[in-house]
């Protein structure tokens, strides 16, 4: 059944970079607890202990409230085919934007996406498997095109002023640094 290991191992990393989706969980001490579904091709694995991915624009922007008052982080894939399995990824992460120079130098990791937001960059403190015999199984068709599509009509100035009114705050009012070049 379950595992607990201390770094990755060549066989999860290998599933990882096979999955179309994954989930990202962070929360504050008080408020809303936020779980996200991403896809795409938004993730990759540094070393054993170490994953970033690419957080697109969207209707909240909770992750990079939620890391920048507590950093913990929880990154979980589900196999819907194959073999069964439930993998996370426990640990602490670090936000950047577009005006941080960590992003100059990891953003070329990935393939150019309109509309990206920011770097996540975690550190992985546990690394939990369980059996996924509860998940269902389901065909892969396609990742969907609305959300680049919708960025590419935007264009740079129109996602900037979408940020402006859409996430500058979380849910439950903090600051989630998008446009702060000086950071909160």
């Known amino acids: 059944m379950g595992k607990q290991l201390k770094k990755l191992t060549p066989k999860l990393v290998d599933f990882i970079e096979n999955q179309s989706m994954f989930f990202v969980g962070t929360s504050m001490k008080e408020g809303k607890i936020n779980i996200s579904p991403k896809g795409l091709d938004s993730l990759r694995v540094l070393d054993e202990n170490r994953v970033i991915w690419l957080n697109l624009t969207g209707s909240g922007n909770e992750t990079a409230a939620h890391l920048l008052n507590d950093n913990r982080m929880t990154i979980m894939f589900c196999a819907f085919d194959g073999p069964p399995i439930i993998l996370r990824l426990y ?84 600051s989630t640094g998008i446009l702060n070049k000086n950071k909160p």
């Not at 269902?136 to 396609?142: I, R, V």
Request: net charge negative.
């Open 91 to 174: 640990g602490v992460a670090q936000i950047y934007h577009e005006y941080d120079p960590f992003w100059d130098k990891h953003i070329s990791l990935f393939p150019e996406i309109p509309g990206k937001r920011q770097l996540i960059d975690m550190k992985i403190e546990l690394i939990q498997t369980s059996c996924g015999m509860g998940v269902p199984l389901m065909d892969y068709k396609e990742q969907r095109q609305g959300l680049i599509n919708w960025a590419e009509d935007q264009g740079d100035d129109g996602i900037k002023t979408y940020w402006g009114k859409k996430n500058t705050k979380s849910l439950d009012g903090y």
